[in-house]
């Protein structure tokens, strides 16, 4: 089995959402004075390449733990949306090379601008709302991006996050589409696991592409 990682890389002081608790992850015990060596986390459950659970958005809806892990796997259609402008909203036209039944991954080519800068932030194309309801129409299981926000960070945050998160559309976000991603991705399937933590909202995942040699 090939492995081909999507992943940011979470580490102390790394950029994060604007509105949440900034990374700590300190050494805490360290080798030679402790003999042994440990760190802490110090983050927000949607930090770095992550998976928002239905709870995040929707009042009682169901928490990370609560999806079946096969819902996390399976077969995957990368878009290639890396000419669209900042701001862009994404929507029906920009999602024509989806299929249904597949996991849908959009790379926008935000993932290389990570940075604690206005631009990575506020800049990024985001799904827009009638781009979230055609993907909840054709029947496509999940949607991942390369930024914090599936939905940006203006006014259509929420209800993209509500219609898919509504109709069982699970989300993940913060991937990033590394140099050589297009020859790995044909055949490739995707799969992200989350960590066990009961009632949370969303989790920390590493997410991938795999395929057989």
Not at 10 to 25: E, I, R
Not at 75 to 103: F, M, N, Q, V, Y
Not at 130 to 137: C, S, T
Not at 168 to 190: H, K, M, N, P, T
Request: net charge negative.
């Amino acid at each position: 089995m090939r492995f081909f990682d999507l992943s940011q890389p979470l580490f102390d002081g790394c950029p994060n959402c604007h509105v949440h608790p900034p990374v700590s992850l300190p050494v805490t015990a360290d080798h030679p004075a402790d003999g042994w060596r440990m760190e802490e986390f110090h983050m927000a459950s949607h930090t770095g390449t992550h998976l928002d659970a239905p709870l995040h958005k929707i009042a009682g809806g169901a928490s990370i733990d609560a999806l079946p892990l096969e819902a996390f796997c399976g077969e995957c259609c990368i878009l290639d949306l890396t000419h669209l402008s900042a701001g862009h909203p994404i929507g029906p036209d920009d999602l024509r090379g989806a299929e249904a039944g597949k996991i849908l991954l959009l790379n926008t080519g935000w993932g290389h601008k990570r940075a604690k800068t206005d631009e990575w932030i506020h800049g990024s194309p985001y799904l827009a709302p009638d781009g979230a309801q055609w993907i909840v129409d054709r029947g496509i299981p999940a949607v991942g991006i390369d930024h914090f926000s599936i939905g940006g960070t203006g006014p259509y945050n929420t209800p993209t996050h509500e219609i898919l998160l509504g109709n069982g559309v699970w989300v993940i976000e913060e991937l990033c589409f590394r140099e050589g991603w297009q020859e790995f991705a044909d055949g490739a399937s995707f799969m992200s696991l989350p960590l066990l933590l009961p009632g949370f909202s969303g989790s920390p995942c590493r997410a991938v592409l795999f395929k057989n040699p």
